[in-house]
């Protein structure tokens, strides 16, 4: 059974790491969310989806305390995240790690540079340690290690998501954020990375919120998906439910031209490779 707005409740989810009740999001006269709530659980990979204006990425800034919502309460790794002061938001911050849509790395540094800075400045290191603590990161994000000292402008598409992952896992963190992670990438490429963030969650222990328009990461990396919609979150279940829904609403996404599977017949888009 499809997991509704009306239906979501404390007693059907255990080892909640982010819980969202009643959020209300405003741009002056524009109503975003209107008590909208929402929980992700501990290991698992949540897919957010909707269509235009629905919200996914503010959402996704307010759960990573990048935006601050009108009403409404955030509690991220067991703290109230709206009530927090600047040293514990810091704090809290760093137990997160962020994949930007378009990577959103320096372009003037290298790779190893990219992710180097982002230990140095949270973490008292030398310079040495700090670099070879980013070659892990690099290695953990399925890169060749020649990867490491070129610069984001000279490597392939796929290439530059997977460093902006090692980016994102600088600080080994406890909640993983990707914003369109597979956008632009080829079939093949795509489920690669699909099953290296798949793999990453099993290896590390992470929990993974990721905001996708990519039907077949829904399918082969997410455990549930939450639908927005209507201005909250209109279900949350799996992708195979979602898909199966009699929901007029979900069925208007999900079947769309634009939305449909990569794999369904007559889509005339590529199949992935399995």
């Not at 699909?194 to 455990?223: F, K, N």
């Amino acid at each position: 059974m499809i997991a509704t707005a009306s239906t979501i409740n404390a007693d059907t989810v255990t080892e909640q790491v982010i819980r969202v009740e009643g959020l209300c999001t405003r741009f002056a006269d524009t109503i975003i969310h209107e008590d909208l709530s929402l929980d992700v659980r501990r290991g698992e990979i949540l897919g957010l989806v909707g269509g235009s204006g629905t919200g996914k990425t503010v959402l996704l800034r307010e759960i990573m305390l990048l935006h601050a919502p009108q009403a409404g309460r955030i509690r991220v790794l067991d703290t109230e995240a709206t009530a927090v002061d600047r040293q514990q938001l810091r704090q809290l911050r760093r137990r997160m790690g962020v994949l930007f849509q378009h990577g959103a790395l320096f372009t003037g540094l290298t790779v190893r540079e990219n992710i180097s800075l982002v230990i140095r400045e949270h973490a008292r290191l030398d310079r040495d340690l700090c670099h070879e603590l980013a070659g892990l990161k690099i290695a953990l994000a399925g890169l060749p290690a020649g990867a490491a000292d070129k610069h984001p402008d000279t490597l392939s598409g796929g290439m530059v998501k997977r460093a902006a992952l090692a980016r994102a896992l600088a600080l080994d963190p406890e909640l993983l954020f990707l914003d369109e992670p597979t956008s632009g990438l080829d079939p093949v490429g795509a489920a690669a990375f699909d099953d290296l963030i798949v793999e990453l969650r099993d290896l590390l222990g992470l929990t993974v919120v990721m905001i996708t328009h990519d039907p077949e990461s829904l399918r082969q990396a997410t455990d549930r998906v939450a639908f927005l919609a209507n201005r909250r979150v209109w279900a949350l279940a799996p992708m195979e439910e979602l898909l199966a829904s009699d929901d007029p609403v979900i069925r208007a996404y999900f079947q769309g031209a634009r939305a449909r599977p990569a794999s369904a017949p007559g889509s005339g888009a590529p199949t992935r490779e399995p």
